[in-house]
């Protein structure tokens, strides 16, 4: 499965960013795609995830700012984050996990802290005050 995350880039504390992640590779699709960050000298932290039924999840210092969604005919990920604080500045990391039935297993729970089998190269997001 491959990965590539685009859109990044620097704005100022208030302003919106649209991420995008394109993968492929699958045989059956994903169950579940998210995005999680991580700033230097801190820990990876959970943004959100979507599921194969479209059912979505969101950390707490994003919510109501963020809003994930998916292209369904080709497995492209987003990432609108709207009102943006110099805190959400981050590497981006878009994450997938493919469908169970290409393993026969249970892929686990789907959610911005899943474990995420694939992920890209990232996105850097800059907010400046």
């Known amino acids: 499965v491959q990965v590539v995350e685009s859109g990044g880039g620097s704005v100022q504390a208030g302003g919106s960013l649209r991420l995008s992640c394109a993968t492929s590779g699958y045989i059956y699709g994903p169950d579940c795609m998210g995005w999680f960050r991580q700033a230097p000298g801190k820990e990876r932290e959970g943004v959100a995830s979507i599921d194969d039924h479209g059912s979505t999840s969101y950390g707490d210092s994003v919510k109501g700012r963020f809003t994930i969604s998916k292209d369904n005919a080709n497995n492209t990920l987003y990432l609108q984050m709207n009102s943006l604080k110099p805190d959400d500045t981050a590497m981006y990391y878009c994450?997938?996990?493919?469908?169970?039935?290409?393993?026969?297993?249970?892929?686990?729970?789907?959610?911005?802290?899943?474990?995420?089998?694939?992920w890209g190269q990232g996105t850097q997001v800059t907010v400046s005050t």
């Open positions: 994450g997938t996990i493919p469908s169970g039935r290409e393993s026969g297993t249970w892929v686990g729970f789907c959610g911005p802290y899943a474990d995420f089998r694939y």
